[in-house]
């Protein structure tokens, strides 16, 4: 599971007077929109690659830790040597809403955000201050992330992505545009388990001749609060021309401890 925080789309410009309110009345906690059960405390998500003969091979661990709200404090991942790959810190004032963002993806520069939240429209602004680049979020009723937008100090839109539910909430399309390709980028398709669990993904790549992913994953391991503690995935790249490719098979091992 990559470090990944979606953008969301709204028609608006930094010049829009933002009303204000926490972010818990706009947005549900991280915890739930990553699908977790019960009150995770900390996350530690060891992924390896399987091999032909069963050997497992460690590529990168994941850290994830919330208080007690939900809220996502700190995300790490780093690799096999423990080189640090990717953080992201999460601030939150005295009164406990989301104030400001400090990261770094890959090896891009770190960067530091202030949150902006405004209720009455159920919208989340990251913004930069450096470079006034920002990230819109806006988000359904139920709390859950709806479309996204990148947009330049100008007002120049980036990037969009939009999300589609079914009836459990969950995604099953999420599709990123990039404005200066004027078209999809890529485009992926889950599907859910009556547990909640997501059994099947197609990642589409319309920047690279229409290549798709195609992922299931199994959940041979669940612990008492519901949550997922082995996912085997199994990966096949798919070429227009009709070759298909198997990747390595992929498992990823969780540890999960509780908030009381």
């Known amino acids: 599971m990559p470090l990944i925080r979606p953008l969301l789309l709204v028609l608006c410009t930094l010049s829009i007077a933002w009303a204000g ?4 009345e706009v947005m549900a906690p991280y915890c739930q929109q990553m699908d977790y059960h019960g009150r995770p405390h900390c996350v530690i998500e060891r992924r390896y690659e399987t091999s032909d003969t069963g050997t497992q091979k460690l590529i ?5 830790e919330f208080d007690a709200e939900g809220n996502l404090l700190h995300e790490e991942e780093v690799d096999a040597a423990n080189k640090k790959l990717s953080f992201a810190d999460y601030k939150y004032d005295a009164s406990g809403t989301w104030v400001s963002l400090v990261e770094q993806l890959e090896d891009e520069p770190v960067k530091s ?3 902006f939240v405004d209720t009455a429209s159920r919208r989340v602004a990251h913004v930069e201050p450096k470079t006034k680049q920002t990230e819109f979020y806006s988000y359904t009723a139920q709390g859950l992330i709806n479309d996204t937008l990148l947009k330049t100090s100008a007002g120049k839109i980036i990037e969009t992505t939009t999300f589609r539910r079914n009836a459990s909430s969950h995604k099953e399309e999420q599709i990123l545009t990039e404005k200066d390709e004027g078209r999809q980028s890529t485009e992926y398709l889950m599907q859910w388990s009556d ?9 589409i790549m319309r920047h690279e001749s229409d290549d798709r992913l195609i992922t299931t994953y199994e959940h041979p391991d669940v612990d008492a609060n519901g949550n997922w503690l082995i996912c085997i995935e199994t990966s096949t790249m798919h070429r ?3 070759e298909k490719i198997p990747l390595p098979k992929e ?3 969780r540890e999960i401890t509780y908030h009381p």
Do not use: A, D, M
């Open 113 to 115: 955000y202030q949150i």
């Open 21 to 24: 309110g926490k972010h818990l």
């Open 240 to 242: 227009p021309n009709g």
């Open 60 to 64: 990168s661990t994941i850290r994830l």
């Open 195 to 203: 547990k909640g669990f997501e059994i099947h993904s197609t990642f």
């Open 251 to 253: 498992t990823v091992k």
